[in-house]
């Protein structure tokens, strides 16, 4: 009669154990027991994805004609770095401190969520778009000097698409979306924003280079044709000088 009660409670234990593991439960577990390095670790992960997403995007053109994509790894582990160390942190401090600003402000209200849509886009984006612009060049290796070059030329039109996009996602992230998880759906914007400043710099260098190629046809056509030129006046300088030798 001893051994009846162990017995009775073990089918029990047996069926908690076969319970499956709900990975949505788990990520908000991790959420809230490691919550920085939860964000951190997400976002170096889809950092590492939207280049890999842009990659595919640029050599969609080789698969079409029967070519193999060729996935490079190094810009993806430069992305999780960038986005484990930087990015996450920065935008994790940044909602805490706009929670911090506006606490004593009704978060449902309309009022509230467009005040820190306005702030959040006067402040804090364009610092967080020109960082995204100079991490996406710096994984491609450009130098400062094209980086500051690509700034002046494009960051105006950079941070007004940043402007339209982003304020869209904060009035449903300040409206809808808890604390713990703003930060993740950021991320996940921010997955195919890297993907579209990626290609926008490769085109920056595409176009650079074909300029360069297209300068030094030019030179080395222009050279040819002066050098023909002086050949040709050589020439006929040096025939006079023919004609009297031949004489004497």
Same mark, same amino acid.
């Not at 162990?6 to 919550?35: I, M």
């Not at 190094?74 to 920065?90: S, T």
């Not at 306005?118 to 450009?142: H, S």
């Not at 604390?179 to 579209?196: S, T």
């Given at each position: ?35 920085? #390095?939860?964000?951190?670790? $997400?976002?170096?992960?889809?950092? /590492? +994805?939207?280049?890999? @997403?842009? *990659? ?50 009704? #978060?449902?209200?309309?009022? $509230?969520?467009?005040?820190?849509? /306005? +702030?959040?886009?006067? @402040?804090? *984006? ?62 996940? +914007? ?59």
């Amino acid at each position: 009669m001893s051994l009846s009660k162990p017995l009775s409670l073990l089918p029990a234990r047996q069926e908690k154990r076969r319970t499956p593991l709900n990975p949505v439960d788990l990520y908000l577990h991790l959420l809230s027991t490691f919550p920085l #390095s939860t964000k951190c670790t $997400t976002a170096g992960l889809l950092g /590492a +994805v939207s280049v890999f @997403l842009a *990659q595919y995007l640029q050599q969609r053109d080789v698969e079409r004609k029967g070519g193999k994509i060729v996935f490079r790894t190094e810009p993806a582990v430069k992305q999780f770095a960038l986005g484990f160390a930087v990015r996450a942190p920065i935008v994790h401090f940044w909602f805490n401190f706009m929670e911090w600003v506006f606490k004593g402000w009704d #978060s449902k209200s309309f009022r $509230t969520v467009l005040m820190k849509i /306005a +702030v959040e886009q006067a @402040l804090f *984006q364009p610092f967080f778009a020109a960082l995204n612009m100079i991490l996406a060049a710096r994984v491609e290796g450009c130098s400062m000097e094209d980086i500051q070059g690509r700034l002046k030329a494009s960051f105006g039109r950079v941070l007004k698409t940043a402007v339209r996009l982003w304020a869209v996602v904060g009035l449903v992230q300040y409206r809808f979306v808890p604390i713990k998880l703003r930060v993740f759906v950021a991320n996940l +914007v921010a997955l195919f924003w890297n993907a579209y400043l990626i290609l926008q710099a490769d085109k920056k260098n595409t176009s650079k280079r074909t300029a360069a190629d297209e300068r030094r046809d030019e030179e080395t056509e222009n050279g040819s044709s002066s050098a023909q030129q002086e050949n040709a006046k050589e020439k006929r300088k040096g025939r006079p000088p023919q004609k009297e030798s031949r004489k004497s």
